[in-house]
């Protein structure tokens, strides 16, 4: 018989002081521990029971030595040097051809340079802020030997830098495509600017003007329509003083008009004067520098002289010498 006080482990038992386990009478021996000795770890004070929350055994990682860059560069190789080194090459590139994008048009070449923006009642145009994104800009360039001025000069060489529109609507010249245009005047050069539309008016609706033959049609329209940018171009006389304002990087020297953006651009000196070749034929070196430089604001290039003798096309550059050419003011003469 076993004493109430002692401990059964697996066919052992032990005095609850830590004596020596003993086997209990009339218990077989246990498979494990055939003897009946039960080794010290399997000699508790309470019965054996399993945790029912063990700890789980996590592997503790390795740190890895080195900083982020050292490890970006372990990890990508070669490529940690090339990727910066290729961003840094397209960033200049990308300055590179903004820088070049606009060419020099006083050597033969069109510029794709913004215009400068819409200026109405003498307001000052915002700076770097084009009102609309013009066609490349067309000059005449410089004839070899430029004319002096008179004497005493009929126009104003500089007027206030500002341009008004000459309100007013006109009824539709012509048939076919209706284009229709804004007339503007700078302030300050003395011009009156209904004589000035109404020249302008006169000469585009006439038959032998780019509406020939049903071609297009043409309408003046005022400044309502401007201020809402209901038009497709703008005839703008200027003085010489302020072409580079209207038409900058072109060359004109204050002496050539010019076609910049929607916008064809006449110069007081020479609608006031003309040029050499013309003779003192002031009304017909007006009609010519009308026809031509709205030629250019509806997409037309320059052409040469086709032989001596002919009839200056109204894209030759007359203002620059009629190259053995007889004058001509219309398109279709």
Known sequence: MTRPDVRTVRGAERSPVGGAPVRVPGTPPSPLFPAGRVPETYRAAEPLVARR???????????????????????YGWRAYAVPLLTVATLLALVDVAATSVTDPAAGTESSAAAPSTLVSGASPPAGQPA????????????????????APSYVERGAGTLTVVDGTSGVYGSGPLERFVVEVEDGIGVDGAGFAAAVETTLGDP????????????RVGAAEAA????????????PGSMERYCPGVGTGGYTSCRYGERAVINLARWETAVPDYAGDIPTYRLYVVNHEVGHALGNGHQACPGPGQVAPVMHQQTLGLDGCTKNAWPYP
């Open 53 to 75: 929350d063990p700890v789980r055994y996590v592997p503790r990682r390795r740190a890895e030595s080195g900083g982020r860059v050292r490890r970006f560069v372990r990890r």
């Open 132 to 151: 609309e994104t013009p066609a490349p800009a067309v000059g005449e360039g410089l004839p070899a030997d430029v004319p002096a001025a008179p004497v």
């Open 208 to 219: 032998r003007s780019w509406g020939h033959d049903g071609r297009m049609s043409v309408q």
């Open 228 to 239: 809402a940018g209901a038009y497709d171009f703008r005839v703008s006389l200027v003085s």
